[in-house]
């Protein structure tokens, strides 16, 4: 099986920063792309930033600039470092992963169950 774990997630100020990980576990062959998502309160769960396996990043307009996603394929882990944090960026930040594991061989999804990150004012 699979697993995805992530941390990092507290409790700022507006204009502070926070780092994001996500480790993926367990029976891995290979990740192919990674990304984040969030969900704020009474909204949908939003993509807004993924990486490829060759670490091509691609971010959604709403973070483009504050946030900046990396992976370390060698620890089987995704980052995500946002600067300049807003109130509206409150939400639970989820990670999911496109993993070929050892069983099923074939790649799908596998989420975490998030980290909430909350923006006081």
């Known amino acids: 099986q699979v697993q995805l774990v992530e941390s990092g997630g507290a409790l700022v100020q507006a204009g502070e920063s926070l780092r994001l990980s996500c480790a993926a576990s367990?029976?891995?062959?290979?990740?192919?792309?990674m990304g984040w998502y969030r969900q704020a309160p009474g909204k949908q769960r939003e993509l807004f930033a993924t990486?490829?396996?060759?670490?091509?990043?691609n971010y959604a307009d709403s973070v483009k600039g504050r946030f900046t996603i990396s992976r370390d394929n060698a620890k089987n882990t995704v980052y995500l470092q946002m600067i300049s944090l807003k109130p509206e960026d409150t939400a639970v930040y989820y990670c999911?992963?496109?993993?070929?594991?050892?069983?099923?061989?074939?790649?799908?999804?596998?989420w975490g169950k998030g980290t909430l990150v909350t923006v006081s004012s």
């Open positions: 990486i490829t396996s060759g670490e091509n990043p």
């Open positions: 999911k992963a496109q993993v070929v594991a050892t069983w099923p061989r074939y790649a799908r999804d596998y």
């Open positions: 367990g029976s891995i062959v290979s990740i192919n792309a």
